[in-house]
Structures are given as structure tokens and as C-alpha cells.
């Protein structure tokens, strides 16, 4: 029942936003997504974070707004979508903190999808791997990452394990 109310939203935001998002170009789309988010109405936000990434896939906003996606994809519970969002976004070539939480997200949907041991550790390793962190005279470093969708996200490396945090709670731990 849930899911067939959100689609039912989704249509009905999909059609009162036509006219703005095809007369807008792909700044415009991705500030007024964040504008929605920021009021809490993500469903509208996604409608204009999809329209971003299937309109305009060369744009400087392309990989955030898919991140969006996979977040609102995971949000919803639809957990293969999400998938497939996150991993175009660690496929690419760029070393970003997107790609970093989305390893994240890989790592807890290969868990909640059964995949295949080899897969789940090989998230684990991009994870723990994904940038040399130097700790000299530090406890700990941290990466954070403001998503589109007002999710802030923390990884903090410390000298034997990493902690993921999404909105402050602790979303992932992994020893190295």
C-alpha cells in the first residue's frame, strides 16, 4: 500500500512539474531538487534529480543527483533500484566522497539483496581502502559529505576500524 501511494505521488508531481523542468535547465533542477528536500517533500526532490540524470548526463550536477536517487531509492525500501544507482556511482572514474558512502550503501544492500560473499568483501576493501589516510599525531580523520536530499554523512577512520554515520547514527563499522 505504501509503495503504490508513492507512486501515485510520483505521477502526480511528475505531471505538475513538467513545464518547470523542461524549461530548466540542469543548475536550475538540481538547487530547486535541494529547495524541495530542504522543505522535506523528497518525493518532489527525486522527480527533479531523475529528470537531471536522464536529461542532462554530462552536467557538473549529474553524480550528486544520482547519489539523490539511490538515497530516495533506499529510503522507499526499493532496494535493487538503489543498487544500481550506487554502483554506476562507483563505477565512475572520479575519487569523490559520494563514492566513498556509496561503497556504504553497497556494502548494506549486498547484505540485504544475499549477494555473494566476494562481492559484500569487496565493498568492505573499497571502503577501508578509499583513500591513504595518514594519522599522524590524529586519533582519527574524517570524510563528510552534504547530500542533496540534507543527509549528512561522516566516515571516520581510526588507526584499526571505520565508522559511518548518516544524519549522526551509526550506519556501518568495519575493522581493518
Known amino acids: 500500500m505504501c509503495r503504490s501511494v508513492r507512486v ?14 523542461y524549461a530548466s535547465g540542469d543548475k536550475a533542477l538540481y538547487y530547486e531538487g535541494i ?9 518532489f526532490a527525486f522527480m527533479l534529480f531523475d529528470e537531471l540524470t536522464r536529461e542532462f548526463s554530462s552536467s557538473a550536477f549529474f553524480e550528486d543527483a544520482l547519489f539523490a536517487k539511490g538515497e530516495y531509492y533506499f529510503s522507499i525500501c526499493d532496494y535493487n533500484d538503489a543498487y544500481s544507482v550506487f554502483k554506476k556511482i562507483a563505477a565512475s572514474k572520479e575519487l569523490s566522497k559520494r563514492k566513498l558512502f556509496s561503497y556504504v550503501y553497497l556494502f548494506k544492500l549486498s547484505q540485504m539483496l544475499n549477494k555473494d560473499k566476494d562481492i559484500r568483501n569487496q565493498y ?5 581502502t578509499f583513500r591513504q589516510i595518514t594519522l599522524l599525531f590524529r586519533d582519527s580523520r574524517e570524510i563528510t559529505y552534504s547530500s542533496p536530499l540534507q543527509k549528512k554523512y561522516r566516515a ?6 571505520v565508522e559511518v ?11 581493518f
Do not use: C, Q, W
Not at 529547495?35 to 518525493?43: C, F, I, T, V
Not at 571516520?156 to 576500524?161: G, K, M, N, T
Open 8 to 21: 501515485f505521488i510520483l505521477l502526480v508531481a511528475f505531471f505538475s512539474f513538467i513545464s518547470v523542468s
Open 35 to 43: 529547495s524541495y528536500a530542504k522543505r522535506g517533500s523528497l518525493d
Open 124 to 128: 568492505i576493501k573499497s571502503i577501508l
Open 156 to 161: 571516520v577512520y581510526f588507526i584499526d576500524h
Open 165 to 175: 554515520y548518516i544524519d549522526g547514527e551509526k550506519f556501518f563499522k568495519a575493522s
